[in-house]
């Protein structure tokens, strides 16, 4: 009995988990006001990006391209970003910050993006648009390794240290949300109310959600500032909620500016709130107040109803974003589940040291894999072939057709989750997202349950 923690055997990806590091990088850029990313290469590297957003979001973002062809492949293409940050200036006078998000062919040639970025800002910038409070910011994301987590990861770090600036300390909290939801920023925020906690939050993304309002139909863009990002500097401390997505912006900011950090864990399920809160309360040193503790209670209540019940001995599967998986892992091993299978989908080197896989290693008494650099046939693979029993799923759609196909229920979390309606408006975290986790795990169990004619009888009324 034992948690083996092994990467993918096959060179090839069949099916991948993730796509690349400039979805990442694009999708922090989305949530910076005033900001509309440039990504330096093929139409494809933004087009395919932003309809993952759209189908995820069932919105509209707004993104642009310097649309690479066969020429600037061959002879190089920086013209076409000096011409980009042009056009976009001309038609977009409310454009502030402009991210250059290199791309797997731009970073092949050499494009110089650091050496267009210098050029840009002695020469048009100055002479055309010299009344403009105007922000190049060069970011590194060739798609031929890392993920669009470690592009996530670098892109909040990129934007910090543009303007992160060290002035008055003031009593502010720097959260780093890490990749979520609006529904997850939306629940900390609620969270951070009911303490009366001021923070700033990398990324402002609920209005992703975007109304259809009488006059006009409303754009999706984030609402964090250049002031948010200049005064990250300046708080009395960093709470990164995911370790991979966020982490390095916090240890930035406690080495540049000693400001604090604690990074991790992720708030999802009970424990892991918790922690959160105590967190929140050691920077702050603001109590938890007994709204919060009445949600708590009502929470663990409605998680009680369910767990020994029906959810123990119950046998998952589990992929997505790492810090995701290791989360939704702590906290189905917290309703007496198995999750005896994660699928971490990308080349990062450091996950053997993570401390929560060490403790699962340390902890968990039936046999897990962990699988590093992994793809979804590794899950498909020991379903079909190698004889894996599960009762459950966990994970984005891009998974949805081996549910399907070996008739196993799968609850649909993270991103992107574009085949069933409305999800990101449901946080993961806090106590509500651990309530709205564990009942809509039951939920599904139970449809399955009378699908398949198992025990069906156990829901009806004794």
Partial sequence: MSCEVKAKERAGVINPIFTCQPCGAQYASIGIKDCIAIVHGGQGCVMFVRLLFSQHFKESFEIASSSVHEDGAVFGALKRVEQAVDVLLMRYPNVKVIPIISTCSTEIIGDDIDGVVSKLNRGILKEKYGDREVYLIP?????????????????????????????????????ITGWVNPGDVTELKHLLSEMNVDATVLFEIESFDSPLMPDKSEVSHGNTTIADLQGTANAIGTIALNRYEGGKAAEYLEN???????????????????????????????????????????????????????LAGKRVAIYGNPDLVIGLAEFCLDLEMKPVLLLLGDDNQGYNKDPR????????????????????????????????????????????????DNDIPMLRVGFPTYDRAGLYRYPVVGYAGAMWLGEQIANTLFTDMEHKKNKEWVLNVW
């Fill in 256 to 310: 540049e500016f000693q400001v604090p950090a604690i990074i991790g864990p992720t708030p999802i399920g009970i424990r892991n709130t918790d922690t959160f809160l105590q967190n929140v309360k050691k920077f702050t040193g603001k109590p938890i107040p007994q709204s919060l503790v009445r949600e708590r209670g009502i929470a663990i209540d409605a998680l009680t109803d369910i767990t020994h019940m029906f």
């Fill in 357 to 404: 896989i060490k403790a699962l290693k340390e902890n968990v008494n039936y046999d897990m894999e962990v699988i590093t650099n992994a793809d979804l046939w590794e899950l498909e693979n020991r379903i079909k072939n190698e004889g894996l029993e599960l009762d459950l799923i966990l994970g984005h759609s891009k998974g949805r057709f081996i549910a399907i």
């Fill in 139 to 175: 970011m590194h994301t060739p798609s031929f390794k890392g993920s669009m987590v470690s592009g996530y990861d670098l892109a909040v770090e990129e934007f910090v240290k543009a303007f992160a600036k060290k002035d008055k300390i003031t009593e502010k909290l720097n959260l």
